[in-house]
């Protein structure tokens, strides 16, 4: 079974500032879909950035990008430029290639953006 | 407007009497899933329906029923609530075509309390 490890439980960073968000997962499988998730304050869960492991480019978003790295199993979140509406708890995910559309979540981290 | 709609968002009950969670999306969407939310473990998968009567068990079932007879609707029943399934409830939908794989639309969430 797919297991993802984050282990920042909460950060925080001044307003306009660079942070970064760590997530490690486990597999054997080759092919795989990885995400973030973003839940604020109202709860609602918001697709962030996906990234499909056959692609080497690492996906991008805006002010969202991620780091990617297949061989150690990681995938980080870099937020650039920082606003106060990127206060929220952020999931990072995993769906494998086969089986139900299931996500297998990490723990989450709450990141909090300093005005 | 593409959304993922459940009711109620809060709900307090007691022990052992049954309740029903509703969603319902309106994208044509043929995956379905229920999660729930807990403190320091992230989401995890209850049910699933990959399409209309298809249901199947996620991780955390026992307790839990669904049923999928309209392709928009997939209802989460409670026969007998217990306190260890107050906790935040998520349903999502996708449509699992390659270019969608993971994207998936999530409700806003419900409240539950068992007292």
């Known amino acids: 079974a797919q297991t993802v490890t984050q282990s920042q439980p909460e950060m925080s960073v001044q307003e306009a500032e660079t942070v970064t968000l760590s997530c490690t997962y486990d597999?054997?499988?080759?092919?795989?879909?990885l995400f973030w998730y973003k839940q604020p304050p109202s709860r609602q869960m918001i697709l962030v950035i996906r990234?499909?492991?056959?692609?080497?480019q690492n996906a991008t978003e805006n002010r969202f990008s991620v780091n990617f790295q297949k061989a150690a199993k990681s995938f980080s979140l870099k937020i650039s430029d920082s606003q106060l509406g990127d206060t929220a708890m952020y999931f990072c995910?995993?769906?494998?290639?086969?089986?139900?559309?299931?996500?297998?979540f990490g723990t989450g981290t709450r990141l909090t953006i300093i005005p | 407007e593409a959304q993922v709609t459940q009711n109620p968002r809060y709900l307090i009950t007691v022990t052992g009497k049954k309740l029903t969670v509703t969603c319902s999306q309106n994208?044509?969407?043929?995956?379905m899933s229920w999660y729930r939310q807990d403190p320091g473990l992230g989401l995890r998968q209850i049910y699933y329906?990959?399409?209309?009567?298809?249901?199947d068990k996620g991780d955390v079932p026992e307790g839990y029923k669904v049923s999928r007879k309209e392709k928009r609707n997939f209802p989460l029943i409670l026969e007998s609530p217990s306190p260890n399934q107050t906790s935040l409830y998520f349903c999502?939908?996708?449509?699992?075509?390659?270019?969608?794989?993971?994207?998936?639309?999530f409700g806003a969430g419900t409240r539950l309390s068992v007292l």
């Open positions: 999502a939908s996708s449509s699992p075509g390659l270019a969608g794989r993971g994207i998936q639309y």
């Open positions: 597999t054997s499988e080759n092919n795989y879909y």
């Open positions: 990234q499909e492991a056959y692609k080497q």
């Open positions: 995910a995993f769906l494998s290639n086969f089986g139900n559309e299931k996500l297998t």
């Open positions: 994208m044509n969407h043929e995956y």
């Open positions: 329906s990959m399409n209309v009567e298809v249901t």
